[in-house]
Nanobody, 122 residues
Framework: QVQLVESGGGLVQAGGSLRLSCAASGRTFSNYGMGWFRQAPGKEREFVAAISYNGGGTSYTDSVKGRFSISRDNAKNTVYLQMNSLKPEDTAVYYC???????????????WGQGTQVTVSS
């Protein structure tokens, strides 16, 4: 089992920045590809970003390219999502997810966090 705990969400004005963190425990973090997803009210959960288990690649959904950046610190068992130039349409609950031996193109994950709310005001 892998336990994931997100933090860093909050209320920010449009154009602002937030950095989300996801702390993992329970297994060898460096064996897991990590992803970020989000779910806005009334919408389905959607992929945001992913990073390979070995840090060798990243991917993003088109709407966040150039604004969001995913990274990982294996020494801290943590994955981050740096979000810049935030827009009201980025408002959602953000979830991190883990999959053993996952790559930047992985979209199906085994473990999920509880989510953190991000609200962007106009």
């Amino acid at each position: 089992q892998v336990q994931l705990v997100e933090s860093g969400g909050g209320l920010v004005q449009a154009g602002g920045s937030l950095r989300l963190s996801c702390a993992a425990s329970g297994r060898t973090f460096s064996n897991y590809g990590m992803g970020w997803f989000r779910q806005a009210p009334g919408k389905e959960r959607e992929f945001v970003a992913a990073i390979s288990y070995n840090g060798g690649g990243t991917s993003y959904t088109d709407s966040v390219k150039g604004r969001f950046s995913i990274s990982r610190d294996n020494a801290k068992n943590t994955v981050y999502l740096q979000m810049n130039s935030l827009k009201p349409e980025d408002t959602a609950v953000y979830y991190c997810a883990a999959k053993k031996w996952g790559f930047y193109y992985t979209r199906v994950y085994e473990y999920w966090g509880q989510g953190t709310q991000v609200t962007v005001s106009s």
